[in-house]
């Protein structure tokens, strides 16, 4: 608790006012940061609006098409994540347009930026009756409580007004169940199940009971949460599927593998070697990619040196790329070339940049790979797009901004020096 100073006729001519600490500064700038917020969040609701008012002078019927595009430019804006662009622009709409309460909590600094957050995001389902039941309790508990009690608290308050349609809700919701990989560094990844409690608990409840018997034998080096995500991974991967139907049996992972073609032959990765990549996933461990290399029938090989009978153009003989062209197209890039995308370049169609039906050739230096969301963007959101320097994108958006977005590799050139071909710099 901090202490309270005591007042001036209590101290007599003693009396100063109390010196600010380190802490005090911090707390001045969490409240300023605080006031920051709520300005953002009524700049971005107020960007929102003007956008969707714009497309519809304009007569833009495709409305998710619009809403992706707005999204897309502020993600590219901001240099944020496509996904945290669309979080920001839906907290900034629930909380201007209908929690004026929980604005005027961040924007005097007696709560903050998170808390506001939590809140948004936990009454967008929040069915309009119960808003003015919930709302005035919440900002209660947001000015005096930490992050992670406030929403343990909003979680408790919100199902505790909303008891009598739990029922109903629960159906909806499990209409939504759904499984998720989420990557993260070092060559790991989130697995991640939005499945009904009770057997989201059982599945936990069995793992970890499968764990601590793993856990319990003599020789063990290996924590509990170690040893359950390996039997997670053994019950999913070499489980018994006999209750499967006959498709889903034998099913095997399909990676593509980018690394050295001589690191292959090395036990370690050799100093100044580029690391081993795996589409959609990135960088993995040297051990690993050879791993894969060499144990599965599902990988794609893609050596750093030139290799002879690459098709980069079928001009304008066909609509189609070839096989080895739509790979090559996808193994450039990587990913969705759309700014600040993350869909792997195997999820997504095959764009030609200069449309076909306007004169653009079937070739390399017309075609990208673009995720469905963002292809429609493209062609119906009122965006420019077109291919640059060795692959790279460039899109201008409808407010005239200018967005290039790499590929994640660099197509080498070849010239002829001393009667040799030879690499140019990429």
Known sequence: MAQIPRRP???GDQWAPPIPDALDHVIEVASMMAVFASERFERVHSMHREALDDAARHGLALTDVVERGIRLELAAALRITERAAGDLLARADVLVATFQRMLDALRTGRTTERHAEIFADAMVGVEPEFHDVIAPRAVALAEVEGVGTFRRSLHRLIETVRVRT????????????RVVVESA???MAWLMAYLPAVEAHAVHSRVTLMAKA???????ERTLDQVRADVLGDLLIEGETSALPEAAHGVRASVVVTVPALSLLSERPQPGAEPAQVEGVGPIPHERARELCGGSDG?????????????LSVGRDRYRPTAELRRLVR?????CMAPGCGVPASRCEIDHNVAWEHGGETALWN?????KGHHRVKHHGGWTVAQIDSGALEWISPTGRRYVVEP???????????????????
């Open 9 to 11: 006729d209590e101290m």
């Open 166 to 177: 739990l029922s109903e809700r629960h159906e909806s919701a499990l209409s939504r169940r």
């Open 185 to 187: 560094d070092d060559g």
């Open 214 to 220: 793993i856990t319990a034998a003599d020789g063990e």
């Open 299 to 311: 990988w794609m090989r893609v050596l750093t040196h030139p290799e002879t009978g690459m098709v």
């Open 331 to 335: 193994w450039r890039a990587d990913r």
């Open 367 to 371: 075609l990208c790979p673009l995720c």
């Open 408 to 426: 994640e590799r660099r197509m080498p050139v070849f010239t002829a020096v001393g009667g040799a071909i030879g690499d140019a710099p990429f």
